[in-house]
């Protein structure tokens, strides 16, 4: 059997897609940490492009960037598929877990920016969740997914735990508001209480002084 290694970081929930994607399909791995700040020659020979992490090392092949690895895992191994049998869910699926990828961004924006520009991330980010509560989650849906997780809930997986740090952090409140989010904030609940995403969340604490460090460092580095 070819072995299987991930090259990662420990609070980056780009990381935590991959690793969750193995652990729903019962894969066992070699978890490798990346030091960015150096970035290995492992990580060089395996991501020459980029230069990032995830990086899912399957025998010697390379797979690259967490949603690509997530279905590479899908269509390896079929145990527990993320993705539907159904050609028109598998594309709604795509389609949504792309929509997240393309908008997440502004998020992003809302943790390392400060003033208007984070102004006009908070707007965007707000958009962003309304489509995906009005849109994405079925009424009835336990998870994106139905009952079971699929694609669209490791894609969407980050605001489960990071959101929550990133709001504390900030001051702002965005996903955390039951009145105008309540198909989402039940899908967290849900989502969290799955044992597999509640064995392989990082620690709340070391995260929040992390990302609390990191976003003092690039606010500092900004113009």
Same mark, same amino acid.
């Given at each position: 059997?070819?072995?299987?290694?991930?090259?990662?970081?420990?609070?980056?929930?780009?990381?935590?897609?991959?690793?969750?994607?193995?652990?729903?399909? /019962?894969?066992?791995?070699?978890?490798?940490?990346? +030091?960015?700040?150096?970035?290995?020659?492992?990580? !060089?020979?395996?991501?020459?492009?980029?230069?990032?992490?995830?990086?899912?090392?399957?025998? &010697?092949?390379?797979?690259?960037?967490?949603?690509?690895?997530?279905?590479?895992? &899908?269509?390896?191994?079929?145990?527990?598929?993320?993705?539907?049998? +159904?050609?028109?869910?598998?594309?709604?699926?795509?389609?949504?877990?792309?929509?997240?990828?393309?908008?997440?961004?502004?998020?992003? %924006?809302?943790?390392?920016?400060?003033?208007?520009?984070?102004?006009?991330?908070?707007?965007?980010?707000?958009?962003?969740?309304?489509?995906?509560?009005?849109?994405?989650?079925?009424? %009835?849906?336990?998870?994106?997914?139905?009952?079971?997780? /699929?694609?669209?809930?490791?894609?969407? /997986? /980050?605001?489960?735990?990071?959101?929550?740090?990133?709001?504390?952090?900030?001051?702002?409140?965005?996903?955390?508001?039951?009145?105008?989010?309540?198909?989402? %904030?039940?899908?967290?609940?849900?989502?969290?209480?799955?044992?597999?995403?509640?064995? %392989?969340?990082?620690?709340? +604490?070391? !995260?929040?002084?992390?990302?609390?460090?990191?976003?003092?460092?690039?606010?500092?580095?900004?113009?």
């Amino acid at each position: 059997m070819e072995t299987v290694k991930l090259i990662g970081t420990p609070f980056s929930f780009f990381t935590y897609r991959v690793i969750w994607a193995l652990k729903l399909k /019962g894969i066992n791995f070699e978890y490798i940490d990346e +030091d960015m700040s150096r970035k290995s020659p492992l990580l !060089m020979k395996y991501n020459p492009i980029h230069k990032k992490v995830p990086v899912l090392i399957h025998g &010697d092949k390379p797979v690259c960037e967490s949603m690509v690895i997530v279905e590479y895992i &899908d269509e390896t191994w079929q145990l527990n598929p993320l993705l539907s049998a +159904d050609p028109y869910d598998r594309a709604m699926a795509r389609f949504w877990a792309k929509y997240i990828e393309e908008k997440s961004n502004s998020t992003w %924006n809302v943790f390392c920016s400060s003033g208007e520009k984070q102004q006009n991330a908070i707007k965007e980010s707000l958009e962003m969740l309304k489509t995906i509560e009005e849109n994405a989650l079925g009424e %009835n849906n336990k998870l994106f997914g139905g009952e079971n997780i /699929g694609l669209v809930d490791i894609a969407f /997986g /980050g605001f489960a735990h990071w959101m929550d740090i990133i709001e504390e952090i900030v001051g702002v409140k965005l996903l955390d508001d039951p009145h105008n989010f309540p198909r989402l %904030n039940t899908w967290i609940k849900n989502f969290k209480q799955v044992q597999v995403i509640k064995d %392989n969340l990082p620690n709340r +604490d070391e !995260m929040f002084m992390y990302m609390k460090n990191a976003r003092e460092k690039m606010l500092l580095a900004s113009p």
